[in-house]
């Protein structure tokens, strides 16, 4: 699977749109993008998930850049409970696990 | 919604001693998987399961480790001996299916404590 990198922290204002980057320069044809969030030591959370096209979920939209090397989360209204761990994870269609790195740390502020 | 449940919430055992961790996946799907999580670290994969054998696994399921779907809805993890650093969230999850459109589906997690 395609390493990811993301940035360690961000903050964002209560209310406001969360954009969490993600780079996949490596990332081929058949993997997918996840995201995941941790809140606390709670079981990791599915948000959403793409191939190609930009997807948009009841939590989140997911934006792929046209070449795939990079997307971004977007939460359009964050609230103090999306403060959490945000994993961005690139799998392989028909492989068995996530692999999670260390993911961003966003925290929403009132 | 179906939802992934895991028993106990928190276990603690002395050193040596073996432990079962229980999961119960959503039920109709067919991979499961542990993964741990040791505080302050990032989330790591243990071993998937289909068909009632291991499917893949990590370096750090060694043989210290082994997992069973007894019936048709429990999953558990056993470990046999435990150690210090066996310490750790255990989380489950499932998936329906191995394509990559299927997302995991994770459990509450299992703290071990291990003294």
């Known amino acids: 699977d395609a390493k990811t990198t993301q940035p360690p922290s961000m903050d964002c204002a209560e209310g406001r749109a969360a954009n969490l980057p993600c780079n996949h320069s490596?990332?081929?044809?058949?993997?997918?993008v996840y995201w995941y969030r941790q809140i606390h030591s709670q079981g990791p959370q599915y948000i959403i998930h793409?191939?190609?096209n930009n997807e948009t979920n009841e939590m989140a939209s997911l934006i792929i850049t046209e070449d795939r090397k990079s997307s971004t989360l977007i939460l359009p209204h964050a609230t103090l409970r999306d403060t959490a761990v945000y994993y961005c994870?690139?799998?392989?269609?028909?492989?068995?696990?996530?692999?999670f790195g260390a993911g961003t740390r966003l925290t929403v502020k009132p | 919604e179906p939802e992934v449940t895991q028993t106990p919430s928190h276990q603690v055992t002395q050193m040596g001693q073996e432990v079962i961790l229980r999961c119960v996946p959503i039920s109709n799907h067919l991979y499961f998987y542990w993964y741990r999580q040791i505080l302050g670290q990032k989330v790591e994969f243990l071993v998937s399961?289909?068909?009632?054998?291991?499917?893949?696994k990590s370096e750090i399921f060694d043989d210290q480790f082994s997992v069973e779907r007894p019936d048709g809805s429990n999953f558990t993890l056993k470990i046999r001996s435990t150690k210090l650093e066996d310490s750790a969230m255990y989380f489950c999850a499932s998936t329906l299916g191995l394509a990559g459109s299927n997302e995991q589906f994770f459990g509450p997690g299992t703290r071990l404590t291990v003294l």
């Open positions: 399961f289909y068909n009632n054998e291991i499917s893949e």
């Open positions: 793409g191939l190609k």
């Open positions: 490596t990332i081929s044809g058949n993997e997918y």
């Open positions: 994870i690139v799998r392989a269609a028909y492989n068995n696990d996530m692999r």
